[in-house]
């Protein structure tokens, strides 16, 4: 069994799923019914914070000549938030595979998604040749901007969002029955079966005889 980390819903969690549930029909059951994409994008944001974060945060203290040391430090933490929060939230309902086997997937997937957010600036820098001098500064950073982190990104929340489904938590489970809602299904249980007990065990009506009736009479 994996272990849950109980951190992640300590207040966040109950508040987006607050906030779903306050939303006004008809809008609240498309919600409910996206709830793991809006989580997923939820989480997606998250991790780029704390990316952008621990980034900045390196590169203008102890790391500031070593800016790719700082890119891959942020990088690494913000993959592993990942992996807990979407784990532990996104797709908390889905599973069916080992731990080890899924926190692999999970990390080969995301290494996938970044190189195809790399695509769109690729296909941006060399096919369109929207660089210096062949464009000017502002365009190049334009069309980097809008390739890299609009495109690119779309498409690899895209891709890493159908890949955890397909490949990563296949399987989905229903969620528990509260206790409260056991314990109502398990009277409710018992008092069907000692209905029906009862109907079947009930003696049948004594009909007297109609020949015995004569006689007496």
Known sequence: ???????????????????????PQPFRDIALRHSELIKFAIVGGTTFLIDSG?????????????????KIIAGVVAVIASYILNREWSFKNRGGREPAHEA?????????????????????????????PEVSLATENIADF??????????????????????VFPDENPEPLELSDTTGLSETTALSETTALSETTAPDPVIPDAEEELGHS
């Not at 809008?146 to 397909?166: D, E």
Request: hydrophobic share 60%.
């Open 1 to 23: 069994m994996v272990t849950r980390f109980r951190f992640v819903n300590s207040s966040v969690v109950p508040f987006v799923d607050g906030v779903i549930a306050r939303i």
């Open 54 to 70: 621990i980034f900045y945060t390196l590169k203008l203290s102890i790391l500031e000549s070593k800016p790719i040391t700082a």
């Open 146 to 167: 809008i390739s890299a982190y609009v495109i690119g990104n779309l498409l690899q929340m895209a891709f890493r969002f159908w890949a955890f489904r397909k490949f």
């Open 104 to 132: 692999a997937l999970f990390f080969i997937i995301s290494a996938i998604g970044v190189v195809i957010s790399f695509i769109p600036l690729y296909i941006s820098s060399y096919v369109f040749n929207l660089r210096v």
